[in-house]
């Protein structure tokens, strides 16, 4: 009999998470929104892979975002080293050709980002699902290259001319490779350095001129004020770059790349901008580093912050939350409540359901559920312990991937799963709810049920 492969089971991390001695935009602001989160992140499970942190979620938008960061990237470079200032330019017709077009790097692209998950056990499952997803998406992909890269203008020269005659040569964290002030050009992805802030970023493009220093960021997602002060951040850094920039030149502009247009941030004007900035980011460091050093890291339960968290298969808080409250917990098939927190999301689901009965009456949970009795090889009768639609204590069928058919024999009456965006149907006519999971659907088995604690 196979047994369940470790990613298919709640596991706590074998060691905490480390705050990185260089802080960056996306750890910060993921921690202060939960600190649970970024520990359960960040920390080590050498039991499930070989490299750090718990494998990440194969996003459909994340990853599209990545190939056209990519395509982006290998068309703009190409064309300035062909010496073109923009797309308009004749020549750059053909270089573009030459590339084998759009859509031959768009495919090239998504190999690559592909490639690079082999060896996520989050991915194995997925992979086809994910992979072909990807690929009906070339159009979609390449409508936002187009538009990426139609804005996009050179500078003039785009090889790096030091500023100062005396280069600097400093350390990077990629080997064999030299930090040296920037010239004038275009750059892509230029980690940013503020050593003594203890801080670090990557600049999409920073265009450098006599007059002007532009920062941009391209962004595939919503607009969102998240993005200014990550763009903000990148300034700072710039400005006190002392390698890159050793004459503490100052962006003059920062830009905001989204799909549907072009946005203006507000620069920083002068050093008593930059010292409040700085200042701004050392406090929230520290109490990040704090927050972090707890054996039990906060956990903000929130429906917002939970809703996209990857890691919520592993936070007893969260399913906590959406589970009985001790005092209300259950005679079998007694009615309960859910937490507060999330009975308004239960609401409106019953509302929705109640008001459009000719609906399948079908929608995505969270769902921990206690085996009770084998139906089929993967399907089960079942009590619903957590949910955000189905009563706590309550019974329902649970069908378990096809994937997991070849393990789903050691299951037992008495494990507890918890399923992630499943598929919940609850019949029109009565009977027992149905608990579908399909292709986006994550399945664990949690047998600790005694153990409400984070630490191993
Ligand atoms: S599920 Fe919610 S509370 Fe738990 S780690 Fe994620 S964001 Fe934090």
Redesign the pocket.
Known sequence: MKEVPAIWTVRRPRTLAQVPESMSFHFLTGAE?????T??RHGNYPDLWNKNGYPRKPHLAALSGQIVHLVVRKIALELASGGCASLQEAKAVQILKNLGGYTKLIVQSTDAVLNNLVGNPRMESVREHISSRLRARVAQIREQVQVFVARLRWQKKTIAVPLLDTPVMASSNVPGNTRKPLGFGTHFEVELRDEQLGWKGIADLLSISEDDCAITDFKTGERSERHEFQVRIYALLWARDNELNPSGRRATRLVLSYSQGEHDIACLDDVREENALAADLRTRTAAVRQALQSPEPK????EE??RT????H??N??WG?IGPKPVDRPERGAPVRTAQLFSERRDQWLAKTVSNTASKQALFDDIEVILQQRRTDITWEAECWASTILQPGSRTLVRMPTIAASFAEQFQAGDRIRFTDALVAVPEQGGLPLVQAIASTELLLWNNAGSNSFST
């Open positions: 929104q939960c600190p649970r989160s520990a359960l956990a903000n339960v929130s912050n939970c968290c990857e890691v919520r592993l936070c808080e969260y939350a």
